[in-house]
């Protein structure tokens, strides 16, 4: 008797210790992952009818511990699991590779500002198919530094009855650009997203200046400040643009300079050149470093090579710099 006693107590001893086990020691995760939207919401279960658990912000590490079609069961880091679309995570590469990107582009110079017209998909690389890093609200802030053109996808364009029964057409490019995304006071994100979901906070009047001129523009930069006929500081402006739509070989393919002039109280346009194929970024040199005159330049790709083409503003008169061996270049002052 008492040793059918003592085994009883032994299976149920170990019968406790298992289920302790169960209970108190955590299964390993499969891998490590991270929340890729705004806001992710962990479900009690896979089913139709089921309960939100917790809610984990952009970024917050996460145990993968199961998968079941789309749909990943995790951890959140106090304990808590539950399951989320596999579309709302991204592995450990991809945000390693957002790390790198957020670190690149902070070094870049901001070429131009603006925020998203829309709802708007940030993602790893240019392009429809690149990995979504996440979605971005509308009227986000952004800080623009790179294009990029890239072919739209076959199954995004529409033919028209005239193209389907002329030529083959040509693959329809369209511009992506770098920005970071500015998302709360003290976070940012970068990534690619599609130009036309973008809106430029141009200063004005400059949009008036180029809408007159039929010029898209693409970027635009301070070259100084100038004290008015009242005492304040007006900036001076070079502006980068193109004609025609996107997906263009060039970044901008126009400049123009826009210097305030004290007598009429107005922006003036001081120096226009067209027939470039220039790549961003372009480099400002603050006169108060050089002295009187201010000093910009970009590359060139229109010769079929790259060439550095400088030019020099002293006061409201901008020229561009001969380089060694090349033909003087053009006056464009107007």
Not at 53 to 79: A, C, H, I, M, P
Not at 311 to 324: E, G, L, P, S
């Amino acid at each position: 008797m008492t040793r059918k006693l003592l085994l009883g107590f032994a299976v149920l001893l170990v019968v406790a210790a298992a289920a302790y086990f169960r209970l108190h020691h955590a299964a390993a995760p499969l891998e490590i992952a991270y929340a890729g939207n705004r806001q992710v919401t962990l479900q009690s279960t896979t089913a139709q009818v089921r309960e939100p658990v917790t809610t984990v912000s952009y970024g917050d590490r996460l145990e993968v511990l199961e998968r079941f079609q789309d749909q990943v069961n995790v951890r959140t880091t106090t304990g808590l699991t539950g399951w989320v679309n596999e579309r709302d995570l991204l592995s450990t590469d991809v945000w390693q590779k957002a790390a790198d990107l957020e670190k690149r582009a902070v070094s870049l110079p901001i070429q131009a500002r603006g925020h998203t017209k829309v709802l708007t998909n940030l993602r790893i690389d240019a392009g429809r198919d690149g990995i979504r890093l996440r979605q971005l609200n509308k009227s986000m802030p952004l800080e623009i530094f790179e294009r990029r053109a890239v072919e739209v996808p076959t199954s995004a364009v529409v033919v028209t009855q005239d193209e389907s029964a002329g030529e083959p057409v040509q693959a329809k490019k369209e511009d992506w650009w770098l920005v970071r995304a500015q998302t709360s006071a003290k976070d940012s994100v970068s990534g690619w997203i599609l130009g036309r979901f973008i809106e430029l906070d141009v200063p004005q009047p400059l949009p008036d200046y180029a809408s007159a001129a039929g010029m898209r523009i693409v970027s635009w930069s301070e070259l100084n400040k100038v004290v008015d006929s009242s005492g304040k500081s007006k900036p001076q402006y070079l502006l980068l643009g193109a004609h025609g739509p996107e997906g263009q070989p060039c970044d901008f393919s126009l400049l123009r300079v826009y210097t305030w002039g004290k007598q009429r109280q107005r922006y003036e346009t001081a120096y226009v050149e067209s027939g470039v194929c220039g790549k961003l970024p372009v480099s400002v040199k603050d006169s108060s470093q050089i002295g009187s005159d201010t000093r910009f330049s970009f590359t060139d790709i229109g010769s079929g090579s790259a060439t550095e083409r400088d030019y020099v503003m002293h006061q409201t008169i901008v020229r561009r710099v001969k380089q060694a061996g090349e033909a003087k270049p053009r006056k464009h002052r107007r």
